[in-house]
């Protein structure tokens, strides 16, 4: 008799420490799982910020591929200003025709990645406000090389400000 109640007893203990054991692997399980999930949304966003940068990086290298390109059409105008054959003045327009369109396009995509209000990128839209100022309304002055270095460092102050923001 004493046997059946320690036998029953120990069964007993067994089941619910089992049941207790069970319980704290669910919840072990499930943090577990969400420790899991956190970890994978901050990957995703990890890669969606270095593709965001990435864009940024591409926008502005075609922008100062464009006003170089600007700036070097402008200076053989300025050279050159009797000395040309219609078909060069045609070829210039063209090719003014395609660095307008190209900055424009890289222009309005570069201020729609933009949207935070902070110092680098306040900084790059009012230097791109400068270089547009220049490039539409000031028609045959060049692009001012200051104004395309401070683009890229500001930019390269941007993307070193968020990569260091995701370490």
């Not at 396009?105 to 990645?113: A, H, K, V």
Request: aromatic share 8%; proline share 1%.
């Amino acid at each position: 008799m004493m046997w059946q109640i320690i036998l029953t007893s120990s069964v007993v203990s067994a089941i619910i420490s089992g049941i207790f054991s069970l319980i704290k692997d669910t919840r072990a399980l499930k943090q577990q799982a969400k420790i899991l999930q956190i970890e994978h949304n901050d990957r995703i966003f990890n890669q969606n910020q270095i593709q965001w940068l990435d864009n940024i990086r591409n926008c502005v290298s075609s922008i100062v591929v464009s006003c170089s390109k600007y700036n070097e059409l402008i200076g053989l105008n300025d050279l050159q200003q009797t000395s040309r054959s219609e078909s060069e003045i045609v070829s210039e327009i063209g090719d003014l025709t395609e660095i307008s369109d190209n900055l424009r396009q890289q222009t309005t995509l570069l201020r729609t990645y933009l949207f935070h209000n902070e110092f680098y990128e306040n900084q790059i839209m009012e230097v791109l406000g400068s270089i547009i100022f220049t490039f539409s309304k000031e028609k045959g002055k060049k692009i001012s090389p200051k104004d395309i270095n401070d683009l890229v460092e500001y930019t390269r102050q941007l993307i070193f400000s968020k990569m260091e923001e995701m370490r």
